[in-house]
């Protein structure tokens, strides 16, 4: 009698720790945001001395992936293989006009550690009807994260873009506060801050800082929830 009591004893203990052992296995562990940094968005190879026109752009996008973490090919830019494309102050998304996808996004504010779930709506597709308004040089809100390229009278970009634009530095900057989320081509969700426009991320850029090499922050959910 005492070796059975004994016997089912440590049963019970056993099967205690194989549950605690398998709740601390099985728990989801915290998203971490990944910085992404100098992301080249067509960057010019030289400027004009004369006025400061930029020299050698492509006028190709940039094409990144979440899932991977990294740029895709312009060889596959007709595939679901990328979610968003950078080219200069334009943010595409694989959707629309932009591509073949189904990603989708949606700029809104707020404190991007603070955002814990992916909305459930509100997201737009890329619907642009000519390249002037694509590259943002008549200003676009048929993007689904909104640019413009010219400077308004008070300084600041459209208000529910990413950045600010100073008519008397000709400087661009991040907006603190602004969230993308994004569908990502894949159905999954992804959320991003942008975080400074120039390379290698000066503190204080000014007009002799280089353009258009993206420093951003980001959150990638694989398994399928609005979760981060």
Same mark, same amino acid.
Request: with cysteine; hydrophobic share 35%.
């Given at each position: 009698?005492?070796?059975?009591?004994?016997?089912?004893?440590?049963?019970?203990?056993?099967?205690?720790?194989?549950? %605690?052992?398998?709740?601390?296995?099985?728990?989801?562990?915290?998203?971490? +945001?990944? /910085?992404? %940094?100098?992301? =080249? +968005?067509?960057?010019?190879?030289?400027?004009?001395?004369?006025?400061?026109?930029?020299?050698?752009?492509?006028?190709?996008?940039?094409?990144?992936?979440?899932?991977?973490?990294?740029?895709?090919?312009?060889? *596959?830019?007709?595939?679901?293989?990328?979610? /968003? $494309?950078?080219? $200069?102050?334009?943010?595409?998304?694989?959707?629309?006009?932009?591509?073949?996808?189904?990603?989708? +996004?949606?700029?809104?504010?707020?404190?991007?550690?603070?955002?814990?779930?992916?909305? *459930?709506?509100?997201?737009?597709?890329?619907?642009?009807?000519?390249?002037?308004?694509?590259?943002?040089?008549?200003?676009?809100?048929?993007?689904? /994260?909104?640019?413009?390229?010219?400077?308004?009278?008070?300084?600041?970009?459209?208000?529910?873009?990413?950045?600010?634009?100073?008519?008397?530095?000709?400087?661009?900057?991040?907006?603190?506060?602004?969230?993308?989320?994004?569908?990502?081509?894949?159905?999954?969700?992804?959320?991003?801050? /942008?975080?400074?426009?120039?390379?290698?991320? =000066? *503190?204080?850029?000014?007009?002799?800082?280089?353009?258009?090499?993206?420093?951003?922050?980001?959150?990638?959910?694989?398994?399928?929830?609005?979760?981060?």
């Amino acid at each position: 009698m005492k070796k059975t009591k004994l016997f089912l004893s440590l049963v019970l203990i056993a099967g205690f720790a194989g549950l %605690s052992s398998c709740s601390k296995n099985d728990a989801t562990p915290a998203l971490q +945001a990944t /910085i992404y %940094s100098n992301l =080249p +968005a067509d960057p010019a190879t030289s400027f004009n001395p004369t006025n400061g026109a930029p020299i050698g752009k492509t006028g190709k996008f940039t094409l990144f992936s979440f899932s991977t973490g990294a740029i895709v090919s312009n060889a *596959d830019s007709a595939t679901t293989k990328w979610d /968003i $494309g950078f080219n $200069g102050l334009t943010i595409i998304v694989n959707s629309g006009t932009s591509g073949p996808g189904s990603a989708a +996004a949606l700029v809104q504010d707020g404190v991007f550690e603070n955002l814990k779930t992916a909305p *459930d709506a509100g997201y737009k597709t890329d619907n642009v009807s000519s390249k002037s308004e694509l590259y943002g040089q008549s200003g676009s809100s048929n993007l689904a /994260i909104p640019t413009t390229a010219n400077a308004p009278s008070n300084n600041v970009s459209v208000s529910n873009g990413w950045y600010s634009y100073n008519i008397s530095t000709h400087v661009i900057t991040a907006t603190a506060g602004k969230v993308i989320v994004v569908k990502t081509a894949g159905g999954k969700y992804a959320k991003l801050e /942008i975080l400074n426009y120039y390379k290698d991320a =000066p *503190d204080s850029p000014s007009m002799t800082s280089l353009p258009d090499y993206y420093k951003f922050a980001y959150v990638y959910q694989p398994n399928g929830s609005k979760s981060f």
